[in-house]
C-alpha cells in the first residue's frame, strides 16, 4: 500500500505539519489493519533516478530552503502526478493506492472547515481499478494566528476516512478474490 497526498487547496500555503500527520495517520490505521506499507523514503532514491533520467532537476528535492524541498519531495511523492506512466511505475511499489485530497481548509464567520477525501485504488492484471472512496469534511471555531484547530481537525478527520475506507477496501479485496475463485472453479468444469 502506498499513500499519496494532494493538495488542492489553492489559495492556502502547503502546511507541511499538516500533510505529515493526515499521510502518517492513513498509514498507521492501514498498517494496523494488516498492510503492508510502501515508505516514500524507500522508493524516494528510485523516484529521484526517474526525475534525472527524464532530464528534470533535482535541487528543490535537495534545497536548504524547507519549504521549497518540503513541497519538492510532496510532488515527488504523487509518482502517479509527477511521471508520465506514473501509475504504472507505481505498481513496481505497491498493488494498493491511497490518495488523500485535502480539497478545503476555509475560514467563514469564525469556522475553520476542512475537508479531506480518499480514493483508494488496486493495481491488478496490469490495470488500476478504483475500490472505493471516502470524503468528510469537519468545521470547528477558528483561533486567529493559530494552528493547533487546523491540525486537530486534520488528525480527526484521517483518523474518521481511514476508518471509513479500510473497511470498504478489505470488502472489495474480499469480492475480488470470491469473484477470482469463482471462475477459476468454472473454467475447471
Same mark, same amino acid.
Given at each position: ?22 499521510? /502518517? ?8 489493519? /494488516?498492510?503492508?506499507?510502501? @515508505? ?41 502526478? #509527477? ?71 486534520? #488528525? ?20 475480488? #478474490? ?8 468454472? @473454467?475447471?468444469?
Amino acid at each position: 500500500t502506498y499513500v499519496e497526498l494532494f493538495w488542492n487547496v489553492p489559495d492556502k500555503d502547503i502546511h507541511p505539519e499538516v500533510i505529515a500527520i493526515v499521510i /502518517g495517520n492513513v498509514e498507521d490505521q492501514f498498517r494496523q489493519a /494488516g498492510y503492508e506499507i510502501v @515508505e516514500f523514503e524507500k522508493i524516494k532514491g528510485d523516484l529521484i533516478a526517474l526525475l534525472k533520467k527524464a532530464g528534470k532537476s533535482t535541487n528543490d528535492v535537495y534545497a536548504d530552503d524547507e519549504i521549497k524541498r518540503f513541497k519538492a519531495n510532496l510532488e515527488l511523492r504523487n509518482i502517479d502526478k #509527477k511521471f508520465v506512466n506514473g501509475k504504472r511505475i507505481l505498481s513496481e511499489y505497491a498493488d494498493l493506492l491511497v490518495g488523500i485530497t485535502i480539497n478545503r481548509v476555509e475560514v467563514q464567520n469564525n469556522e475553520l472547515t476542512v475537508r479531506i477525501t480518499a480514493n483508494a485504488t488496486l493495481f491488478e492484471q496490469g490495470e488500476w481499478l478504483k475500490l472505493a472512496s471516502s470524503d468528510h469534511a469537519k468545521s470547528v471555531p477558528h483561533i486567529r494566528g493559530s494552528t493547533a484547530n487546523l491540525i486537530a481537525v486534520a #488528525k480527526q478527520l484521517t483518523s474518521v476516512i481511514s476508518r471509513d475506507l479500510e473497511p470498504k477496501v478489505r470488502k472489495q479485496l474480499g469480492q475480488r #478474490k470470491s469473484v477470482a475463485m469463482i471462475q477459476r472453479d468454472q @473454467e475447471n468444469y
